[in-house]
């Protein structure tokens, strides 16, 4: 073990690390645990996945939309080696637009933001007993919030499924 939170084990170079999550009795788990464990991490991993799946999306729209306006310009101008850059650029642009259709960015960056938002959403519902949890007892409303919660998440899943084989198989 490294640390208190995870298991570490290194069969070669790799180090991969595995959560540890603490053994509890059948529905022992209170709302407060509930969010700092499972609500407030998703929370932070739909973020820092959008912000770089935006960011890569963004870089690459950039660089193949200035590179694409560039070519056009460069085989008009009589100059040393600029059928080279052309070339160049053009390269650039296939390999840019290739990676994005393996990887998808700017699907995943709406997908996770959007996630986050519900996830954000549905504890502003609960903590304010609103939507469909008003009216509710105290138990059913955690259980139906557990449920929105992980039926958000199970639904991003897919989602995200979905848009890395679907894509990729309708090209092959």
Same mark, same amino acid.
């Given at each position: ?5 995870t ?8 180090t991969v ?16 645990e509930?969010?700092a464990?499972?609500l407030n991490?998703?929370l932070?991993?739909?973020?820092k996945s ?7 999306? @963004?870089?690459?729209?950039a660089?193949t939309?200035?590179?694409g306006? @560039? ?5 008009n101008?009589?100059l040393?080696?600029?059928? @080279?850059?052309?070339?160049v650029l053009?390269l ?6 290739? &990676? ?5 960015f ?14 954000r959403?549905e504890y502003f519902? &609960?903590t304010? *007993?609103e939507g469909p ?12 919030f ?7 998440i199970?639904a991003? *899943?897919a989602?995200t499924?979905?848009?890395m /084989? /679907? ?6």
């Open positions: 073990m490294s640390n208190g939170d298991e570490t084990a290194s069969p070669s170079s790799h690390s595995y959560p540890r999550l603490p053994p509890r009795q059948f529905a022992a788990m209170n709302p407060e509930y969010i464990e499972r991490e998703s932070v991993w739909y973020d959008a912000k770089r799946n935006k960011s890569w999306d @963004l870089r690459m729209s660089v939309v200035i590179s306006a @560039l070519v056009p310009v460069l085989i101008l009589d040393p080696y600029v059928n @080279l850059g052309a070339t053009s650039i642009i296939v390999l840019f637009v290739s &990676f994005e259709s393996v990887h998808h700017r699907e995943q960056w709406t997908n996770y933001r959007s996630t986050k938002q519900r996830l959403n519902l &609960f304010t *007993n949890y008003a009216k509710m007892d105290a138990r059913d409303t955690f259980r139906v557990v449920e929105r919660i992980e039926g958000s199970e991003e *899943n989602s499924l979905q848009v /084989t /679907t894509i990729n198989e309708t090209k092959t």
